[in-house]
Nanobody
Framework: QVQLVESGGGLVQAGGSLRLSCAAS????????MGWYRQAPGNQRELVAT???????IYAGSVKGRFTISRDNAKNTVYLQMNSLKPEDTAVYYCNANVRSTPLRRGDYWGQGTQVTVSS
């Protein structure tokens, strides 16, 4: 089994910054893509950013230039640096990881979510 534990959410004023972290633990052989998604009340969960094991990122258009995703493969951890935050960034942010627990067994895992609230 694999667990993802997120941290770093909170309340911040518009224009401020937050850094989210997500650490994966458990039965891990390797991790392919890691990423962040978010879900605001009444909305569907949407992609924020993903990053491959080689460090190639993909960003949603709404966060490009403001958010930076990175990862530490040795620590099985992914980060999301969020700058110039806007009220519309308010949501629960979820970590996701595509994990191989053995060379032949792969699964998709989610964290419990961390609340980010941006006040205007």
């Amino acid at each position: 089994q694999v667990q993802l534990v997120e941290s770093g959410g909170g309340l911040v004023q518009a224009g401020g910054s937050l850094r989210l972290s997500c650490a994966a633990s458990g039965s891990i052989f390797s991790i392919n893509v890691m990423g962040w998604y978010r879900q605001a009340p009444g909305n569907q969960r949407e992609l924020v950013a993903t990053i491959t094991s080689g460090g190639s990122p993909i960003y949603a258009g709404s966060v490009k230039g403001r958010f930076t995703i990175s990862r530490d493969n040795a620590k099985n951890t992914v980060y999301l640096q969020m700058n110039s935050l806007k009220p519309e960034d308010t949501a629960v942010y979820y970590c996701n990881a595509n994990v191989r627990s053995t060379p032949l067994r792969r699964g998709d895992y989610w964290g419990q979510g961390t609340q980010v609230t941006v006040s205007s």
